[in-house]
């Protein structure tokens, strides 16, 4: 399993999930909007989503169903920046 950044992370961008990745499987660029969760690399140990100040971190089968496609998009998004 992994987790999940959705919506709620648009244009807020906090990067306090960043800080606590034990992994250091969080990332962005500066032109993307949210922060993504690299699905290869997250080890599930949830100490991202605490600190998420807008409830956008999901482990993934908790994901609202409204939410479903940001699994697909953080797993493309590092499929398209393979650096990160």
């Not at 993504?36 to 100040?53: R, S």
């Not at 807008?54 to 609202?64: N, Q, S, Y």
């Not at 496609?69 to 398209?80: C, I, Q, R, T, V």
């Amino acid at each position: 399993m992994t987790f999940v950044i959705a919506e709620p992370c648009i244009d807020l961008k906090d990067a306090g999930c960043v800080e606590v990745c034990p992994v250091d499987c969080i990332a962005t660029t500066d032109d993307d909007n949210m922060y993504f969760i690299n699905p290869v690399e997250c080890i599930d140990c949830a100490a991202c989503e605490p600190v998420c100040p807008v409830t956008a971190i999901f482990d993934e089968p908790d994901l609202p169903e409204q939410w479903s496609s940001y699994s697909k998009l953080n797993a493309d998004w590092f499929e398209n920046h393979p650096d990160a």
